[in-house]
């Protein structure tokens, strides 16, 4: 059975930290790329960042650049995003989700490709 199971969200002050982790099972992580998405109240699921797993090549959107880094523990299934300097606008629930590598990787932050979906962590960022 396929499941990716993300964990580490939580309550925190902006400007604080977090890091996140998706555990990933019942298939090949080195096929694919796991990336992290995020919906906030009200809005599109929209991509993060995500890395190719047989590499370790990550891409990350504009609005987390510098403040988010995604890595991998290949030996543990487990994709983690660090999170530093949250802002308010960072709260949301926050997926994890895998895409067979063939797909290229202009589509590993498209949320209408992936082939699977955790159930996602819930962060919230106050003031």
């Known amino acids: 059975e396929v499941q990716l199971v993300e964990s580490g969200g939580g309550l925190v002050q902006a400007g604080g930290s977090l890091r996140l982790s998706c555990a990933a099972s019942g298939f090949t992580v080195d096929d694919y790329f796991i990336g992290w998405f995020r919906q906030a109240p009200g809005k599109e699921r929209e991509g993060v960042s995500c890395i190719n797993m047989s590499d370790g090549s990550s891409y990350y959107k504009q609005f987390v650049k510098g403040r988010f880094t995604i890595s991998s523990d290949n030996a543990k299934n487990t994709v983690y995003l660090q999170m530093n300097s949250l802002k308010p606008e960072d709260t949301a629930v926050y997926y994890c989700?895998?895409?067979?590598?063939?797909?290229?990787?202009?589509?590993?932050?498209?949320?209408?490709?992936?082939?699977?979906w955790g159930k996602g962590t819930l962060v919230t960022v106050y003031s």
């Open positions: 989700a895998a895409l067979r590598t063939y797909y290229g990787r202009s589509y590993c932050l498209n949320s209408g490709a992936m082939n699977y």
